[in-house]
Structure formats: structure tokens, C-alpha cells
């Protein structure tokens, strides 16, 4: 397809499950397990109405007929979903021609400071700009695997956040931190981003621009009694 080798599987429904096809949540089972167990990113997935699946007298599938019912829509589909649409398709009979992919955006810039919150925001743009998915689909607690991410797309996307931070990181980030929360709060740690809390916020703010030792010394000071500062402060002037 488009002069590349696309992965399509094509799977025929049982009667009884018609009537309560959630289409949506086989795709995402589907794409998760071929890329934990194979590694491989789907492209397309079509589910069939029962008895449609070409096959031979013998009961054996008929892959080649599969494959060219597919490309020429001739298969019938109550459910379609590919990566160049992100959004699965009921229908009922022949499926109609469908557009053309995309192709991915420029990875977007990281604007501001390396908070999480931004990090978050920056990897839910590249992956759904990756994976042609729109933002909102894209859940930050749920596991790259889940959304087909295989370790192409893996490596692309460390490369990628290299070049955005400017810092190198490990080819294996995606693995190491499954979720674009676990990774932005890495990034965000690695990159020296500083929480403020919540419980204390005009203290958090004074020591946000100090280093570790100097926020050790005002702490110092701040346990010294009123007498042990003029103390302190008359040595100092001497």
C-alpha cells in the first residue's frame, strides 16, 4: 500500500456478537498485542460479517482473496478501522474508498519550561500526530503498546525528544516508561524541574532558583534563634 508493506488483519465476527460489537475496544486489544508480542505496528483492521470470509471448499482462508478484497473494498466489513482514518468506521456491505494517509507532522516544539504538565502535552501532540489519532484519544496513563507503538516508533520518538531537550536519552525510554506520564515525569526530573507544593507555596517559590546547598543553608539560618543570628551577624561584620 502506498509502496510499502502495511500489516491489515481481517477477522470474520461470530453471529452473536453483532448486535454488541465494540469495535473501538478490539482495535485497542489488537494493536497492543501485535506490538508486545510482535512488535509490529497495525495498520489496518476490518471486522466481517459472519460467513463473508473467503475461503476455499475445503473451509481454508483464502489469503490472497483477503488481501485483495481489502484494497479493492469489495470485503464485507461491519467494522473498519485503518491508521490513515484513526476513527473506526461501522458500516454494513461494501466498504467505500478511503482517503489517503498522512503523513506525520514535524515533531512539535517543547514551549517553556520542562514542567511535566508541558512534557505531557508535548507527547500527546507527537504521538497523536504519529500515529494520525486526534489528542484527545490519546490517554497519558495508558501504555504506548496499547496504541500500536512499536519500536520504530519508539526509537522515533526518543530521537525525537533528544532533538527538542537537547539532551541525549536512552534508545529504550519507551520501554523503560510505558506511559507519557511516566516519561514526562522522568524528563521533567532529569531536566531539573522542581514541584512547588501546594501546602507551602510562598516557600516553594523562594527556593525554586536556589541549588540543593544553598536552600541547605537558608534552612540552617531559619533554625537559629534570634540571639544566635546578632551572634552570627557580629562575627560577619568584625
Known amino acids: 500500500m502506498e509502496g510499502q508493506e502495511r500489516l491489515i488483519l481481517v477477522y470474520e465476527v461470530e453471529r452473536r456478537c453483532l448486535r454488541n460489537l465494540d469495535g473501538e475496544a478490539i482495535v485497542a486489544q489488537v494493536r497492543r498485542a501485535i506490538a508486545e508480542h510482535h512488535d509490529l505496528q497495525l495498520y ?10 473467503p475461503k476455499t471448499s475445503s473451509g481454508k482462508i483464502q489469503r490472497y482473496q483477503c488481501r485483495a ?21 461501522i458500516t454494513f456491505g461494501k466498504q467505500p474508498a478511503q482517503a489517503p494517509g498522512v503523513m506525520p507532522l514535524a515533531p512539535p516544539p517543547l514551549p517553556g519550561g520542562p514542567s511535566p504538565e508541558i512534557l505531557k502535552q508535548w507527547l500527546i501532540d507527537w504521538l497523536a500526530q504519529t500515529l494520525q489519532l486526534p489528542p484527545a ?6 501504555p504506548f503498546a496499547e496504541y500500536g507503538l ?30 507519557v506520564d511516566a516519561v514526562a515525569d522522568y524528563l521533567a526530573q532529569q531536566l531539573g524541574y522542581r514541584h512547588i507544593s501546594a501546602d507551602k507555596p510562598s516557600e516553594a517559590v523562594d527556593d525554586a532558583g536556589l541549588d540543593s546547598d544553598l536552600v541547605d543553608l537558608v534552612n540552617d539560618l531559619e533554625d537559629l534563634s534570634d540571639a544566635e543570628l546578632q551572634e552570627l551577624l557580629g562575627q560577619q561584620g568584625r
Not at 44 to 53: A, I, V
Not at 69 to 89: F, K, P
Open 44 to 53: 489496518g483492521l476490518q471486522l466481517l460479517k459472519t460467513g463473508s470470509l
Open 69 to 89: 478484497g481489502y484494497l479493492d473494498h469489495q470485503l464485507e466489513a461491519v467494522y473498519t478501522w485503518s491508521l490513515d482514518t484513526s476513527d473506526g468506521v
Open 137 to 142: 484519544a490519546v490517554d497519558s496513563t495508558r
Open 150 to 179: 512499536d519500536s520504530v516508533a519508539a526509537v522515533e520518538l526518543t530521537e525525537a525528544l533528544q532533538t527538542t531537550i537537547g539532551q541525549p536519552l536512552s534508545p529504550t525510554l519507551a520501554y523503560e516508561y510505558p506511559t
